[in-house]
C-alpha cells in the first residue's frame, strides 16, 4: 500500500511539473522525456515623459558649420585676389598674356575718349553761363545809372535814356541765353557724368573679370604643361572646372557690356543732337533780338542828332 501511495504521489507531482511545460507553446519535446525551450525576451517598457516648462530644449542642427562656411569663403576670396593681382602684376611687367577684344576695346577706348572732350565742353559752357550772368547783372546796373543820369540831365536826358534802354535789353536778353546755357550744362553734366560714367563703372568690371579670367586661364595652362601624374590629375580637373566657370562669367559680363555700349552710343547721339540744335538756337535768337532792337535804338539816336531843332541854342548864339 505503501507503495502505491508513493507511485501515485510521484505520478501526481510528474503531472504537476508537466503542465507548465505544456503551457508553453515554443518548447521543443524529445523522446526520452527531455525538454528543452528557448529562452524568453525580456520584457520592453516605454515611459512617455510629459515635457516641463523649464526643461531644456534641443534643437537637431545640420552638419555645416558657419564658421567653417565663412573660412572657406575667404580662402577661396584670398586666392582668387591672389592670383588676380599675380596676373595683374604680369600684364604691367610684361611678362602675362593678356585677352584682347578687338570689338569691344576699341569701342572702349573711344568711349573715354568722348567723355573727356565733352567734359571739357561742359565746363567751358558752364564758365560762359557764369560769365554771361555777371555780364548781364552789369548791364542792369549800367543801364540803371543812365535811367538816374537821366532823369538828373534835363539837356541829355534823350541820350542817356536810349543807352539805358538798350543795356537793360541786353542784360534781359543775356538772362534768356544765360538760361538757355544752363539747361545744355545740366543736360550734358547727366550724360557725361552719370550715363556715361555708369557705363565706364561696367568696363571697370569687365576689366576685372577679364583679369580674373587670365588668371584661371594661365593656371590652367601651367598644368597642362606639368606632369601627368595621381596627384596632378585632381588638381588639373579642379583648374578645367575653374576655367570654365571663369570663361562663362566674362562671357556674360562682354555680352553685357557690348549691348551697353551700343544703346549709350545711339542716346548719345539724340541727347546730342537736340541739345546742340537748342543752343544754336538760343544763341540765334539771342543775337536777332539783340540786332533788331539797337538797329532800332540807333535809327532813333540817328534822328534825334540830325535834328538841328531839339538842340537849345548855345549862349554864344545867343549873346
Known amino acids: 500500500m505503501m507503495e502505491e501511495v508513493e507511485q501515485r504521489g510521484g505520478a501526481q507531482e510528474g503531472e504537476e511539473d508537466a503542465h507548465p511545460t505544456d503551457a508553453n507553446s515554443n ?30 530644449v534641443v534643437i537637431q542642427g545640420n552638419n555645416k558649420n558657419p564658421a567653417t562656411e565663412k573660412l572657406e569663403r575667404v580662402r577661396k576670396w584670398s586666392i582668387t585676389r591672389y592670383k588676380c593681382t599675380r596676373q595683374a602684376l604680369s600684364e604691367k611687367l610684361g611678362r602675362g598674356s593678356r585677352t584682347v577684344d578687338l570689338d569691344l576695346e576699341p569701342r572702349l577706348e573711344l568711349l573715354k575718349d568722348d567723355r573727356q572732350r565733352y567734359d571739357h565742353m561742359t565746363k567751358l559752357a558752364q ?20 535811367a538816374d543820369l ?30 538757355a546755357v544752363n539747361v545744355f550744362t545740366s543736360d550734358m553734366n547727366t550724360l557725361v557724368n552719370k550715363t556715361i560714367e555708369d557705363t565706364m563703372i561696367n568696363a571697370k568690371q569687365y576689366e576685372a573679370g577679364r583679369i580674373q579670367y587670365d588668371a584661371y586661364r594661365v593656371d590652367l595652362e601651367e ?43 545711339e542716346n548719345k547721339v539724340k541727347v546730342l543732337h537736340q541739345q546742340l540744335f537748342l543752343l544754336h538756337s538760343a544763341v540765334a535768337a539771342h543775337s536777332l533780338s539783340c540786332q533788331n532792337f539797337l538797329q532800332k535804338n540807333v535809327q532813333q539816336v540817328s534822328e534825334r542828332l540830325t535834328n538841328p531843332a531839339v538842340d537849345a541854342p548855345s549862349w554864344l548864339e545867343e549873346s
Request: hydrophobic fraction near 30%.
Open 223 to 265: 598644368l597642362n604643361l606639368g606632369p601627368r601624374d595621381p596627384e596632378t590629375l585632381p588638381k588639373l580637373e579642379q583648374a578645367q572646372r575653374d576655367f570654365q566657370n571663369q570663361r562663362e562669367q566674362y562671357q556674360r559680363i562682354r555680352e553685357d557690356l557690348s549691348v551697353k555700349v551700343k544703346l549709350l552710343q
Open 127 to 146: 564758365t560762359l553761363a557764369n560769365q554771361l550772368t555777371q555780364f548781364s547783372i552789369t548791364q542792369k546796373t549800367l543801364g540803371d545809372a543812365f
Open 27 to 56: 518548447c521543443n519535446h524529445a523522446d526520452n522525456n527531455v525538454t528543452s525551450c528557448p529562452a524568453e525576451a525580456p520584457p520592453v517598457f516605454s515611459f512617455e515623459r510629459t515635457p516641463q516648462k523649464n526643461d531644456p
Open 150 to 179: 537821366s532823369v538828373k540831365t534835363p539837356t541829355l536826358h534823350v541820350e542817356f535814356g536810349l543807352n539805358a534802354e538798350a543795356q537793360r535789353f541786353l542784360s534781359k536778353s543775356n538772362e534768356t541765353l544765360t538760361t
